[in-house]
């Protein structure tokens, strides 16, 4: 057999295709992994975040996987500035990371702008570091959904820039009343894409605590921070019926406005309130089965009558 040397056309032609199918496969594991990630977070225990009028509430299940951890020790909430929280669902390490990547964040910008960071701007970092991660082979995607809230603080809207200047902007060019900062609550996917949200929810029992966010109505800003840490221990008690066999810790935080309980800080909600909310969660959930088992009984009242 003789063996021809190829041309050169059919040398560039041969290496393009190998480029080609190359340049396909990656992109091809880029997508699979950041599928496998999110598969990882919905195998994590649920989280959610809830924005109300006054503050944010962030809650989370944590699932008891042995009968030696010590309870509260564990923490899946932290602290990011003073005025951001962070919880997260999926891989405990990859979390904890995404932490630490948040509080270099808020402090480069603190040093930078002589502020604490606004939350928008956090979430638009955070997202393009972790999207960062979806992009080259060396690395693979964050295997955690992290929802970041906190509250902007305060200052009077200035005219420059928004609407114009004059007599009608009051003294020293601001608008009489109006405000900007406030609440914000946000989602970080591990492809990196982030959005804004009222109630935002991941994790395994993700379904059903939207569903119940959904009834919420939190989109006419009426939910005060207590109701909402109420709610947001229903829900977490909800969304865990999935797993009745596994014993699991509810743990919540909350930030308020500058006149609200926190004074504009990422705290714990205190233990009090906490047992409060669990109680109340619980008697809901037992109310409901009660509800659903009345009309079997009836049912099977009114055929025992007619025997």
């Given at each position: 057999m003789i063996y021809q040397t190829p041309s050169f056309l059919q040398t560039v032609a041969i290496s393009r295709y190998l480029i080609y199918s190359i340049c396909r496969a990656r992109r091809y594991s880029y997508t699979r992994q950041v599928e496998y990630a999110v598969k990882a977070v919905e195998n994590g225990g649920t989280a959610i975040g809830i924005r109300c009028k006054d503050g944010v509430v962030l809650a989370v299940e944590k699932i008891?996987?042995?009968?030696?951890?010590?309870?509260?020790?564990?923490?899946?909430?932290?602290?990011?500035?003073?005025?951001?929280?962070?919880?997260?669902?999926?891989?405990?390490?990859?979390?904890?990371?995404?932490?630490?990547?948040?509080?270099?964040?808020?402090?480069?910008?603190?040093?930078?702008?002589k502020g604490p960071i606004p939350i928008s701007a956090l979430a638009n970092r955070l997202g393009s570091y972790v999207q960062a991660y979806t992009l080259y082979s060396s690395v693979r995607p964050f295997g955690v959904t992290a929802i970041?809230?906190?509250?902007?603080?305060?200052?009077?809207?200035?005219?420059?820039?928004?609407?114009?200047?004059?007599?009608?902007?009051?003294?020293?060019?601001?608008?009489?009343?109006?405000?900007?900062?406030?609440?914000?609550?946000?989602?970080?996917?591990?492809?990196?894409?982030?959005?804004?949200?009222?109630?935002?929810?991941?994790?395994?029992?993700?379904?059903?605590?939207?569903?119940e966010l959904e009834k919420l109505d939190l989109a006419s800003e009426k939910l005060t921070l207590l109701d909402a840490v109420r709610e947001a221990a229903r829900i977490i008690y909800v969304a865990h019926e999935d797993s009745k066999d596994k014993e699991f810790e509810l743990e919540m935080s909350w930030i308020s406005s500058l006149d609200g309980p926190t004074k504009g800080k990422h705290e714990e909600v205190p233990r009090e309130l906490l047992e409060e909310a669990e109680k109340a969660a619980k008697r809901a959930l037992e109310g409901e089965d009660e509800d659903e088992e009345e009309p079997k009984n009836d049912g099977n009242e009114g055929e025992r009558m007619e025997e």
């Amino acid at each position: 057999m003789i063996y021809q040397t190829p041309s050169f056309l059919q040398t560039v032609a041969i290496s393009r295709y190998l480029i080609y199918s190359i340049c396909r496969a990656r992109r091809y594991s880029y997508t699979r992994q950041v599928e496998y990630a999110v598969k990882a977070v919905e195998n994590g225990g649920t989280a959610i975040g809830i924005r109300c009028k006054d503050g944010v509430v962030l809650a989370v299940e944590k699932i008891v996987t042995s009968k030696l951890l010590k309870p509260g020790a564990n923490k899946k909430i932290a602290t990011v500035d003073r005025h951001v929280g962070i919880v997260s669902a999926g891989l405990v390490p990859d979390g904890r990371h995404f932490v630490s990547r948040a509080r270099d964040e808020a402090s480069s910008w603190r040093s930078v702008y002589k502020g604490p960071i606004p939350i928008s701007a956090l979430a638009n970092r955070l997202g393009s570091y972790v999207q960062a991660y979806t992009l080259y082979s060396s690395v693979r995607p964050f295997g955690v959904t992290a929802i970041v809230g906190g509250w902007d603080s305060e200052a009077e809207l200035t005219v420059d820039g928004q609407v114009g200047t004059g007599p009608a902007s009051g003294s020293g060019g601001k608008i009489s009343g109006a405000k900007v900062g406030g609440p914000g609550l946000y989602m970080i996917e591990p492809s990196g894409l982030y959005w804004g949200y009222y109630g935002a929810a991941t994790g395994k029992g993700r379904q059903a605590a939207k569903a119940e966010l959904e009834k919420l109505d939190l989109a006419s800003e009426k939910l005060t921070l207590l109701d909402a840490v109420r709610e947001a221990a229903r829900i977490i008690y909800v969304a865990h019926e999935d797993s009745k066999d596994k014993e699991f810790e509810l743990e919540m935080s909350w930030i308020s406005s500058l006149d609200g309980p926190t004074k504009g800080k990422h705290e714990e909600v205190p233990r009090e309130l906490l047992e409060e909310a669990e109680k109340a969660a619980k008697r809901a959930l037992e109310g409901e089965d009660e509800d659903e088992e009345e009309p079997k009984n009836d049912g099977n009242e009114g055929e025992r009558m007619e025997e």
